[in-house]
């Protein structure tokens, strides 16, 4: 669909076209800045099927943030060509108090926001579609919920925070108070943990790609770099970030083996890895968790799951995605379901004591009938936490680039909810509680991901990547490294090299960056 889009605010471009993709599938939008009022005259149609039309004012009759305490007003009006050629008008406005204290920051955060209201109203109208997150778009909303509570708001002045401010439905504001509660719970000094740091170690190979993926994995018996050479660097890497650590004194709360598939190399590697891990890392014998992700069930053996319990991690990931065997075959796993069932009860007669598993919603050609028989065999294992995402489209994913075909056809909306739905009653049917959630672009009926787990067996890196509350080290192929500055909270990013031959050949110079910025942020984690 081509849409005009008329605002007269040049820098809420990215935030208005996001709201557009919530209701209509790769619009093509053209964005035009107006310095005046957008009046009631013709619009110019051109090629376009739809013309938008936003502007804010305050009650002085200008966007002037020094003035006294203010009404700031934003309209919107959308026209729809018809078929017959006539058209169709919705129109909406948002109205808002601005007081006097606010700075220009908070200013532009308004205008934008009352900007998005109108534009979500109008919207709606057209298409009867109601979005349960109002006007959020971002990756973690429940970051709002922390943050209106570090702000000393009591609960009931929260939700209307959040109703009001973001349009999000009573039940996306419950889910939200039910994490939050749930994430103090596991981690009662969540708000002091700036000092330490969690620790992600990436893989980047699996035994084949899934079609939904975007992250790096490449496939183990390919050309994309040796292995040997992989695991090279990634011991380097350990070592020289080891030894930092130690230096400064610095705590690890968490780490985190992911990918890819850690569990694609061999036992031996493993054993060798987890050694480096135990002689490089400051006193991982007191680390609050590690985690390996064992997602794929076709990488599982007893050997490998030996390697596990001599270093002491019992906590792993055997994600089913799906309990429908076709499902499996279309989206690329090449594993069977009954090869999940039985590598998750080898895990359990091996000492796996904290399983996750992860069951994706919307899944070519699945729908609740499908979704139920999943939720069913699930029943079965009892896994302790349950990672229910809904499917997201990803840009470079081989699902995106073949969208539309009929090998890789998804449920509606309407269904896509109903799913959710039955995932979140048949966990509190079964005990588990919510406990994280982050949402994603393109992400199926505009939705949500949320970990379950049973009480007390929640992954403490999952809430620590998502609420962003301490650095992550991010160590290996494709691993990103986010800083959280202990004092300011401000965050910034490195990446290091997504393919093993660029990692293979940098991760020196990678290294050496990374201590000069730890060099940098480490010394304010020690001086109290």
Avoid at 61 to 89: E, M, P, T, W
Avoid at 245 to 254: A, D, F, N, P
Avoid at 372 to 396: G, I, N, Q
Wanted: hydrophobic fraction near 35%; charge should be negative.
């Amino acid at each position: 669909m081509r849409i005009r889009l008329t605002a007269n605010e040049a820098a809420f471009e990215r935030s208005l076209v996001h709201i557009i993709q919530l209701y209509v599938e790769q619009p093509e939008v053209t964005y035009v800045v107006t310095d005046g009022l957008v009046g009631d005259e013709e619009p110019d149609w051109g090629e376009f099927d739809a013309v938008l039309r936003l502007h804010t004012e305050n009650s002085s009759g200008s966007d002037d943030h020094n003035d006294a305490s203010r009404c700031l007003r934003a309209y919107g009006s959308l026209r729809i060509k018809l078929q017959d050629g006539s058209v169709r008008l919705y129109e909406a406005e948002h109205t808002r108090a601005v007081t006097a204290e606010a700075t220009h920051e908070q200013f532009r955060k308004q205008v934008k926001n009352s900007l998005c209201h109108a534009l979500l109203r109008v919207l709606t109208d057209w298409t009867g579609i109601e979005q349960p997150w109002g006007i959020l778009t971002g990756v973690r909303p429940t970051k709002l919920m922390h943050d209106a509570r570090r702000r000393g708001l009591a609960s009931d002045a929260a939700r209307k925070e959040l109703k009001e401010d973001y349009l999000v439905t009573d039940q996306k504001v419950a889910l939200m108070e039910r994490i939050v509660e749930r994430q103090l719970t596991a981690l009662p000094d969540l708000d002091n943990l700036q000092k330490e740091i969690s620790i992600y170690i990436g893989i980047p190979f699996c035994p084949t790609k899934c079609a939904y993926c975007t992250f790096p994995a490449y496939d183990i018996n390919g050309r994309q770099g040796s292995v040997n050479s992989f695991l090279g660097g990634l011991h380097y890497e350990i070592r020289e970030i080891g030894r930092f650590l130690k230096e400064r004194g610095v705590r690890i709360t968490t780490i985190y083996y992911g990918g890819g598939t850690p569990t694609s190399i061999t036992a031996e590697e493993m054993d060798m890895l987890y050694e480096e891990m135990y002689e490089s890392f400051p006193d991982v014998g007191n680390v609050r968790e590690i985690t390996v992700e064992a997602g794929r069930p076709d990488t599982i053996t007893p050997e490998k799951l030996d390697v596990l319990r001599k270093w002491n991690i019992d906590r792993i990931s055997i994600n089913p995605q799906s309990y429908i065997q076709e499902t499996l075959d279309i989206i690329g796993r090449h594993h069977s379901v009954e090869e999940t069932i039985e590598k998750y009860k080898l895990a359990r007669e091996m000492g796996m004591n904290n399983i996750n598993m992860d069951l994706i919603i919307g899944l070519p050609g699945e729908g609740v009938e499908e979704f139920d028989h999943t939720l069913c065999e699930t029943e079965k294992l009892m896994p302790e936490s349950l990672t229910v995402h809904t499917l997201s489209f990803k840009r470079a994913s081989e699902m995106t680039q073949h969208r539309g075909e009929e090998k890789f056809k998804v449920a509606d909306r309407h269904e896509i909810a109903q799913m959710m739905t039955a995932a979140s009653e048949w966990t509190d049917a079964h005990g588990y509680v919510p406990y994280y959630l982050y949402r994603q672009k393109n992400i199926l009926g505009n939705l949500e991901n949320v970990g379950y787990s049973i009480p007390g067996t929640e992954s403490l890196y999952n809430i620590l990547i998502i609420e962003e509350i301490q650095s992550i080290l991010g160590l290996g192929c494709g691993a990103t490294t986010k800083w959280v500055h202990p004092e300011t909270g401000a965050i910034s990013r490195f990446a290091n090299p997504k393919e093993p031959k660029v990692y293979n050949d940098n991760y020196v110079e990678v290294t050496r960056k990374k201590i000069e910025m730890m060099d940098q942020l480490f010394p304010l984690y020690t001086q109290s």
